[in-house]
């Protein structure tokens, strides 16, 4: 069987098939940004935003590529049952390149552990981010 590498290819151990996903994208597939709160916040308390910077870099050292780091912060979020985390992770995930099927299955492995009225409403946070932006 083949292992997928980060670029897609393959590495020689059978084949990969798999149907193309739906990608979930901001307005004109560009990175998306920040909240107008989360900078406003920032520029009132420029520390707090410096030391939350220096965590996000910080925990970028080590082997997950930045699609793995961002589903796992999504599986974190909803355990935390962090609504604007959820929203957070969702548009960070996508521009790192995850499917909606990759972030619903996440929803779908934490149900066992949150329980199902916890899944739906996290499920319904997933896909609060696929309306269009203002």
Do not use: C, Y
Request: no cysteine.
């Amino acid at each position: 069987m083949k292992s997928a590498t980060r670029s897609g290819q393959t590495s020689g151990r059978g084949s990969l098939q798999a149907a193309p996903p739906r990608m979930i994208r901001g307005k004109g597939d560009q990175l998306s940004k920040p909240p107008k709160t989360f900078n406003q916040f920032s520029e009132r308390f420029p520390k707090i935003r410096e030391g939350w910077d220096l965590l996000g870099e910080a925990a970028k050292q080590g082997p997950l590529d930045e699609k793995s780091v961002r589903l796992m912060k999504l599986a974190v979020s909803i355990g935390a049952m962090r609504e604007g985390s959820v929203h957070s992770s969702v548009r960070k995930a996508r521009d790192a390149g995850a499917t909606l099927e990759e972030m619903e299955q996440i929803v779908a492995i934490a149900a066992s552990v949150i329980g199902l009225p916890s899944a739906v409403a996290v499920w319904t946070w997933i896909r609060d981010i696929e309306k269009p932006r203002e």
